[in-house]
């Protein structure tokens, strides 16, 4: 009988080291995934920052300051 609880105690004790190595290579998973996660929103608020922070040019320009302009007849017949 002992040699039969033996074995019991051993198959336990492998089941558990396999779990515990399932365990391990699951965290691995979890902190890859954390880790990528992480980066992306940090590059996201970055990006988000930039387009909010970031001056608009296109107001600068009126569409009245190049009427003048394209009205001049560039090509006038000299007479």
């Known amino acids: 009988m002992d040699r039969f609880d033996n074995i019991i105690n051993v ?3 492998n089941s558990l ?4 190595e399932e365990q391990k290579r699951d965290n691995k ?10 980066i992306c929103a940090v590059i996201s608020t970055a ?3 930039y387009k909010k922070l970031r ?8 569409d009245d ?3 003048d302009i394209l009205d001049d007849d ?6």
Do not use: A, T, V, W
């Not at 998973?29 to 992480?38: A, G, N, R, S, T």
């Not at 001056?55 to 009126?62: H, I, Q, V």
């Not at 560039?74 to 007479?79: G, I, L, S």
């Open 65 to 67: 300051d190049f009427d």
């Open 47 to 49: 990006l988000l920052l």
């Open 29 to 38: 998973k979890i902190k890859c995934l954390l880790l990528i996660i992480c």
């Open 55 to 62: 001056p608009d040019y296109m107001d600068d320009f009126d």
């Open 17 to 20: 080291i396999k779990k515990e």
């Open 74 to 79: 560039f090509f006038e017949d000299d007479e």
């Open 11 to 13: 198959s336990k004790l």
